[in-house]
């Protein structure tokens, strides 16, 4: 298959898996969301921790790692067309929405790839929990910070010249907690050997500083861009 390895019936599996659920659950949700009126910024934070909860799921199911990009690159593609089409409004629920879930899959077909290096010795999958972290703190940083400050948000910021960067004070700060948490957590599930308890805690600040500063400056869907990438090169140049 030129620069792809030859796939085994386990990556095959994995693929087909991978998409069959991922399509199920977004229109699952679509479903729901139309039926019960659920609000539309609530169905879209669904499918998007789905999403990054299932790329943690795949440094379990995937053998070869460049199956794995092959998916998450493909869905770079796939987003851009349903944005085009607006074919899913749990995924895009506005008429001008952003390209936020083209960014996305394209920062975690990145990062998989960047720190691939000991994918085939098993799980936890060498350098993966580096980009774990980025993904992480997209994944649920932001979505917290999105119904937070959006259900409880009572004070607004705005960053000078940065058109489209409003956030409120009470979602940063649910950003910032919330990836605190969820950081050492996912470490904790994979507990790579790389990494001392020090580091857990130390990388999960390092990670909910970076991230909430670059979530409050990313206009137009860009966090999905700078987040998990700015997060996972932070720890990268801090030796983790």
Do not use: C
């Amino acid at each position: 298959m030129g620069f792809l390895p030859s796939p085994t019936w386990g990556t095959l599996t994995s693929l087909a898996i991978s998409y069959i659920l991922t399509i199920s659950i977004v229109i699952t949700v679509e479903i729901i969301s139309r039926s019960f009126n659920i609000p539309l910024y609530i169905s879209r934070k669904i499918v998007h921790v789905y999403a990054g909860t299932y790329m943690f799921g795949l440094l379990y199911i995937f053998e070869q790692w460049e199956y794995a990009v092959l998916l998450t690159g493909s869905f770079v593609l796939l987003n851009f067309i349903f944005l085009r089409l607006k074919m899913f409004k749990s995924m895009h629920p506005q008429e001008n929405a952003t390209p936020g879930t083209v960014y996305f899959a394209f920062s975690v077909t990145f990062l998989l790839w960047w720190f691939h290096e000991g994918w085939e010795q098993g799980f936890p999958r060498g350098r993966e929990y580096i980009a774990v972290a980025g993904i992480v703190a997209m994944t649920y940083g932001d979505a917290m910070a999105s119904v937070i400050g959006k259900t409880y948000g009572r004070n607004g910021y705005q960053l000078i010249g940065v058109e489209g960067s409003r956030r409120t004070y009470e979602g940063s700060q649910a950003f910032f907690i919330t990836t605190l948490i969820a950081v050492p957590f996912f470490w904790w599930l994979m507990s790579p050997s790389a990494l001392t308890t020090t580091e857990y805690f130390t990388g999960a600040l390092i990670s909910a500083s970076v991230g909430t500063a670059l979530e409050s400056m990313s206009p137009w869907g860009t966090d999905n861009l700078s987040v998990p990438l700015g997060v996972s090169l932070a720890l990268a140049i801090l030796g983790y």
